[in-house]
């Protein structure tokens, strides 16, 4: 069983920055993709970054440029770096893993996530 715990969220003015962490333990066959799911108030969940066993990254339009998914296999951990933050980013942000995931260039097209974390809420006020 795997387990994801996030931390880092928080409550951030618009333009501003934060640093979201996921310490990744136990074991599952679906780690060839891990990433960064978020689900606004009254939305439904999606990926917005997530890389690859290989270290290829994807992001969803509407992060690309802005966020930064990084990865460090020696301590287990995944990291994804916000930056030039809007309201509308808004949401909260689970840590996930799972066998399947697709881009074009680094648009992301596909992210089939079977584990996930509690999440950890971000905040962005204008």
């Known amino acids: 069983q795997l387990q994801l715990v996030e931390s880092g969220g928080g409550s951030v003015q618009a333009g501003g920055s934060l640093r979201l962490s996921c310490v990744v333990s136990g074991y599952s066959q679906s780690t060839h993709c891990m990433g960064w799911l978020r689900q606004a108030p009254g939305k439904g969940r999606g990926g917005v970054a997530v890389?690859?066993?290989?270290?290829?990254?994807g992001y969803s339009d509407s992060v690309k440029g802005r966020f930064n998914i990084s990865k460090d296999n020696a301590n287990n951990t995944l990291a994804l770096e916000m930056n030039s933050l809007k309201a509308e980013d808004t949401a909260m942000y689970y840590c996930?893993?799972?066998?399947?995931?697709?881009?074009?260039?680094?648009?992301?097209?596909?992210?089939?996530?079977?584990?996930w974390g509690q999440g950890t809420q971000v905040t962005v006020s204008s």
């Open positions: 890389i690859n066993t290989y270290g290829s990254t």
């Open positions: 996930a893993s799972g066998p399947s995931c697709s881009w074009s260039g680094t648009r992301l097209h596909h992210f089939e996530y079977k584990n």
